[in-house]
Every structure is written in structure tokens, then in C-alpha cells.
């Protein structure tokens, strides 16, 4: 079976419809027929919420949270484990907090990290990545 990490950059191209948004419907689209897993860090769903919330307010981040519910993937909460793997990948590279959970969850899983977030160009090497455009 396949497994795939989403980071808040595919979330939100998926719920907002930009670009992108087609290859991350394909990905839940496999998960309907158990062909694919797919994961989200806690920190990265926090993410999408407050990006709803500075983009459109309270409604908006509820109907962002209730969205995300209903799709086919599992969050996952961030452990010491993650954290410390997240903390590595921070001290060594100019990337977000928030993107070296979603990275630190794609190593732990042993499963590519799907974005279109250039931050990531700088771990490949480490950590299959699954570009979205």
C-alpha cells in the first residue's frame, strides 16, 4: 500500500481549490479505494486552521476544520519522537517549524511528502517528495 504525508501547503490547495488541488484529489481519491494512505502532523492541521482564520475569519476555519475531517486521512499527533526529529531537521535547515513536523512525519512513516512548497527543495535528498503545481 502506498502512504503519502501532506504538508499544510497541499491542504490548503486541496480545500482552496488553487493550484495543485488535482494531484492531491487524486491521492484521497486512491484512499476511497485502499490503495493509498495518507497522513498530516496535528502541527500542520493547526496550520491550515489558521490560515483560514487570518484569511476569513472564525466560519472560515470552521468550515476548513469540518472539511478536513471528512477526508480520508489520518492525523497524526506530534510525539517526543516527532518532535525531536522535527528539532534535527530545523537546526540543520532554513525551513519552517511547522514543515520539519510534516517532513519529520514523512522519515518516521518511510512514505513521500506531497507539497509545492519550495522550503522542502533543501531536504530531497533526504525524503521523497511528491511536487504538486
Known amino acids: 500500500m502506498k502512504a503519502a504525508v501532506l504538508d499544510s501547503y497541499a491542504l490548503i490547495s486541496y480545500l482552496e481549490r488553487e493550484q495543485g488541488y488535482e494531484e492531491v484529489s ?58 525531536v526529529q522535527a528539532a534535527h531537521l530545523k537546526a540543520f535547515n532554513k525551513m519552517s517549524y511547522a514543515d520539519c513536523f510534516a517532513a ?14 519550495k522550503e522542502f527543495k533543501q531536504i530531497e535528498g533526504k525524503l521523497k517528495i511528491r511536487w504538486i503545481k
Request: net charge negative; hydrophobic share 50%; proline share 1%.
Open 26 to 83: 487524486k491521492i484521497f481519491d486512491e484512499c476511497v479505494t485502499k490503495e493509498h494512505e495518507v497522513f498530516v502532523c496535528v502541527v500542520n492541521w493547526g496550520e491550515v486552521i489558521y490560515h483560514a482564520l487570518r484569511a476569513g475569519g472564525a466560519k472560515a476555519a470552521s468550515l476548513a476544520e469540518d472539511a478536513m475531517r471528512a477526508l480520508p486521512m489520518e492525523i497524526v499527533d506530534a510525539n517526543k519522537d516527532l518532535a
Open 104 to 117: 519529520a512525519l514523512g522519515l518516521m512513516k518511510k512514505c513521500e511528502l506531497v507539497t509545492g512548497d
